[in-house]
């Protein structure tokens, strides 16, 4: 049945000129960083709702400052595995177009992937919410206690979108046009909860585009959205996928 399933998803994305990729966090857990939703790690101790909260960084930044030095922690000793690779390489060939991705974890980048729009920001960038400089978010800035801003002295935030924020609107508006030409979505590693990304595959459908999904169990997306569901860990899909679109040139 996958089989099957797997062989006409290759043709589908063999037959069509803009294949995007929305990705979620199942697509990081086989690289060590667990899902908000996900069972073990991190967000045992710490509650998203509370770590993750615009609220909470303005009330309280030194205790928001202590989980995001565990999360850098964390992500920066994390490598990308054969589901970002797949996706590179597939950019690579020309299939994959561009690749929103609602994680901060960089690892579609470090994978090779080029066109890569960061839906919900990077964790390895910091921000002055008072003059919007940029700045790295390294070794050097988590020594400190609360990393400032060397123009204003503010406290610096990672340049990450908080629960309680808006997707920044540049970004916003580079999601409408990727998601306005593309032909072919595929979503991988995303249970399409989390609003606004969660929209971008019905918008694909309304579009007359297909929608490839690959997540490990079934979606609000897989009955009605999605034209193919596959079901199984992307780092095992994904490569398999790729291997098949490579074969029909
Ligand atoms: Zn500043």
Redesign the pocket.
Known sequence: MINKSMEKAASIIGRSNYVSCLSGAGISVPSGIPAFRGEGGLWDCYDPMEYAHIYTFQKDPEKIWLFMKELYNLVSIAEPNNAHIAISTLEQKDKVKSVITQNIDNLHQKAGSKNVIEFHGNLYRLV?L??K?LYQFDNQAIKGCLPK?G??S?VLKPDIVFFGEAIPRPVHIKAKEVVAQTEVLLVVGTSCTVVPASSIPFEVKRNKGKVIEINVTPTIISDHVADITLLGPAEDILPELLDKVLMLH
């Open positions: 002055c008072r003059c400089n801003c123009a204003c503010s």
